[in-house]
């Protein structure tokens, strides 16, 4: 549906709130969903936010936001962000715009998080701006 955006989470995410919240903040996804569909009732939005900690799992329901006419995906993939050619692959093979979305930025973390395949595809990345980067990038995807 044209209206739906996809928010796919990637692995250790059930965990936001408890996880490292020096480093990911003290929100939880439930937390991040209902600001979501606040914000997608105003932007005339539905949201759909699932996790996984199967990278196979997030690679599906890239494909399903395609098969399904989703209007774009938000996507944190994640500690697969940095390892994932599947995810790359995925991302390049529907024409669904995917943003990339993180707490932290990688970029000013380890070596190791500063390659993001998940970037090489996405349409834009929104970083380092805790949960409120979630509504960045909604709002960034109900423009598109
Ligand atoms: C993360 C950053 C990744 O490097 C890390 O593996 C995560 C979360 C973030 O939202 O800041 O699990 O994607």
New binding site residues.
């Given amino acids: 549906m044209i209206n739906t955006i996809y928010v796919l989470n ?4 059930n965990l936001l709130g408890t996880r490292e919240p020096d480093i ?1 903040g003290s929100e939880t996804l439930d937390d991040i969903a209902g600001m979501l569909e606040d914000r997608g009732r105003e932007l005339g939005l539905e949201i759909d936010l699932r996790q996984s900690n199967h990278e196979g799992h997030l690679v599906d329901w890239l494909h399903e936001a395609q098969a399904e006419g989703a209007k774009a995906v938000l996507l ?4 697969f ?2 390892t994932s050619i599947a995810l790359l692959d995925a991302i390049r093979a529907i024409s669904t715009p995917v943003i990339e979305v ?3 930025d ?1 970029t000013t ?1 380890e070596e190791f ?1 500063h390659i993001s395949y998940v970037g090489m595809a996405a349409t834009e990345t929104v ?1 380092g701006l805790g949960a409120k980067g979630y509504l960045v990038a909604l709002d960034a995807a109900a423009r598109l």
């Fill in positions: 990637g692995p250790n995410l990911y944190n993939a994640a500690a962000t940095h993180h707490l932290s990688p973390r998080r970083q």
